[in-house]
């Protein structure tokens, strides 16, 4: 028995909705923080760092109290701006659920339920280009995962689509971070489309890259 159903959204699995993908989203935080240090211009800048205030205080302990508040206010300045991104899907979509997904044409929002409570979630909407679904919005609670419940919520978001007059294809666009929902999409069929880094200063100095993936409908 799987122990879960996935059925559509209801007014009354707002709240709860909106909680599993920010949780599911700050999850994230932390290894975004790795992928930053990682970058060859913060390596070299800490390393400068560390050597200049080695040589000029003539002390470890300096330049490690340094590096250390230094990589604390990094962590705490990538995690607000990771906090920000969350809270802008919070006011985008998923400020109206119904709006955004019940209730346009073309588009549907699901919900996985587990032990009474919601456990998961997934919407599908039309994307910029015609004849093509977007695939939005896809979260399980951690305690929750391993279960299949990601895979049942694609599945679901895909039926639908196949559903639609006029739907070619269903895509969607995940960032650097996201390697086990990549391995999930490419299990469920979505074929690499494109890779691209995002054209932002942010995006140029973290190397914030994003794949975009498509599942081509028969």
């Excluded at 060859?40 to 250390?68: D, E, I, K, M, N």
């Excluded at 990771?82 to 985008?92: P, S």
């Amino acid at each position: 028995m799987a122990g879960y159903r996935i059925r559509p959204y209801r007014d009354e699995d707002y709240d709860a909705a909106r909680e599993v993908f920010a949780t599911a989203m700050s999850e994230y935080a932390p290894a975004l923080c790795l992928h930053v240090l990682r970058q060859p211009w913060v390596l070299l800048l800490l390393g400068c760092s560390f050597c200049l205030l080695l040589a000029s205080a003539r002390s470890l302990l300096l330049p490690v109290l340094a590096l250390t508040l230094l990589l604390a206010l990094g962590r705490q300045v990538l995690g607000c701006a990771w906090h920000a991104y969350v809270e802008r899907c919070l006011g985008d979509d998923l400020r109206d659920i119904r709006a955004a997904y019940m209730d346009a044409p073309g588009a549907r929002f699901w919900v996985a339920e587990a032990d009474e409570r919601v456990v998961g979630t997934v919407g599908v909407r039309p994307a910029g280009e015609e004849g093509e679904l977007a695939l939005k919005r896809m979260a399980v609670r951690k305690d929750y995962r391993g279960r299949g419940i990601a895979a049942a919520l694609g599945r679901a978001a895909l039926d639908f689509a196949r559903r639609q007059s006029g739907c070619r294809a269903v895509v969607l666009n995940t960032v650097m971070l996201q390697r086990d929902a990549r391995a999930l999409y490419e299990r469920l069929g979505f074929r690499r489309h494109r890779r691209y880094r995002l054209p932002t200063a942010y995006g140029r100095l973290a190397n914030c890259t994003v794949t975009a993936y498509r599942y081509e409908l028969p």
